[in-house]
Every structure is written in C-alpha cells, then in structure tokens.
C-alpha cells in the first residue's frame, strides 16, 4: 500500500515538473498571441468572430431572437425604403466554434405585396450567399484586427 501511493506520488510530481519545464519554454507575449489568433475563440456558445460579424452585418434590422449559446440570430420582416412592397426575414445559425465557411448558415424569407396580402416569394441564392461571405469576410477582418493589436 505504501509503494502504491508513493509510487502514485512520484508520477504525479513528474508529470507536475514536465509541464512547468513546457510552461517555460515558451514566452506570454508568444503564447497570448497564439491564442487571441485562435478561430476557436469564444466565451458564448459559438465563435465569438462569426457571431459579431453576424450581429453587425444584420444590425440595420429588427431582431426577434439573438441566442449566442445556440448560435442562433432570427430578424424580424424588414422592409427596404427603396423597395416597397416587398420585405425579407433572415435567420443566422453558426453551427461551430471554429471560424470556418461551414460554420455558418444563411437562410431568408421574403414576401412581396400583391393587392393587401403579403404572399411567399423566392428568394434568390445569390443573395444567401452574399450575405454568408458578407459575415464571413467581416469574421475574418475582426480576427486579423485582434492579432494586430497585440
């Protein structure tokens, strides 16, 4: 009994001295670059770059949801001034924690007016996919701007 537990305490202080000698090999500034440069980063459910860049983009619209542990953001109908008679809904949904195109998904709904009824229209797929590199690209940019600001 009395090896086993000495023996138990020998490995775990072996094992404690391995990783403070790793600990030193390498600086703070290196290290906290490495891991503000991560496409993991998050505090939320989600990547945190996907889900500003998502908020931002969709800022200009009212929001009906916003689930930053489910990762889901859910507009309201928006109504463009310069197009009248026709609205859009949007739903964002980042499926990851890593900051990659697969990440993320678009959906959208629009309606357009005939008579006094709004009626289901089609929504192009160019217009998705703009708006997911849209997202993507402003995720992207986020992240560069906190590496360079360390």
Do not use: H
Request: glycine share 6%; charged share 20%.
């Amino acid at each position: 009994m009395i090896t086993r537990l000495s023996l138990r305490s020998a490995s775990r202080l072996i094992a404690i001295a391995a990783l403070g000698a790793l600990a030193a090999c390498s600086s703070g500034k290196e290290r906290a670059k490495a891991d503000i440069a991560a496409s993991r980063i998050t505090t939320i459910g989600v990547n945190s770059y996907l889900w500003r860049a998502s908020l931002d983009t969709l800022g200009f619209m009212p929001m009906l949801q916003t689930d930053s542990n489910g990762g889901v953001i859910v507009t309201d109908w928006y109504a463009n001034p310069n197009a009248a008679g026709e609205r859009m809904k949007l739903t964002v949904t980042i499926l990851d924690q890593d900051l990659r195109a697969d990440a993320l998904r678009v959906a959208a709904s629009r309606q357009v007016m005939q008579g006094n009824q709004w009626l289901d229209a089609p929504v192009k797929a160019a217009t998705v996919q703009k708006l997911e590199e849209i997202i993507l690209t402003k995720a992207r940019d986020l992240r560069r701007m906190a590496i360079s600001e360390n």
